[in-house]
């Protein structure tokens, strides 16, 4: 449901427009697929701290996997939840995703 975004992440190289285009294409999709449309904006939101960050900043190797694996940890949390999940699942992940963006 949502994997397509990560995949297109991956193939793009996982650059700062490559995450900037993950999160146009999300935020594209809410108007479609309004179920769906607080993951999705969650998603956008991940994707665009990343480029608020590391937009003209150095992004080591180190940083770049990581938060490569933290947006697809997030990315298939959502999807697990929402292609299938009941209801509390998907509050559920979507209340975790939040957590995990919320500033500290």
Same mark, same amino acid.
């Given at each position: 449901? $949502?994997?397509? +975004? &990560?995949?297109?992440?991956?193939?793009?190289?996982?650059?700062? @427009?490559?995450?900037?285009?993950?999160?146009?294409?999300?935020?594209?999709?809410?108007?479609?697929?309004? @179920?769906?449309?607080?993951? +999705?904006?969650?998603?956008?939101?991940?994707?665009? @701290? $990343? /480029?608020?960050?590391?937009?003209?900043?150095? +992004?080591? /190797?180190?940083?770049?996997?990581?938060?490569?694996?933290?947006?697809?940890? &997030? /990315? @298939?949390? +959502?999807?697990?939840? $929402?292609?299938?999940?009941?209801? !509390?699942? !998907?509050?559920?992940?979507?209340?975790? /995703?939040?957590?995990?963006?919320?500033?500290?």
């Amino acid at each position: 449901m $949502f994997e397509s +975004l &990560i995949k297109d992440l991956n193939e793009a190289g996982g650059s700062v @427009r490559a995450y900037d285009a993950c999160g146009r294409a999300a935020r594209a999709r809410i108007t479609g697929e309004p @179920r769906n449309a607080a993951a +999705l904006l969650l998603i956008s939101y991940a994707t665009q @701290r $990343f /480029v608020e960050a590391y937009d003209d900043q150095p +992004l080591t /190797v180190k940083e770049a996997a990581e938060e490569l694996d933290e947006i697809t940890q &997030i /990315v @298939r949390l +959502l999807d697990a939840a $929402f292609s299938g999940g009941s209801e !509390k699942a !998907k509050l559920d992940a979507l209340n975790d /995703v939040a957590g995990r963006l919320a500033p500290t």
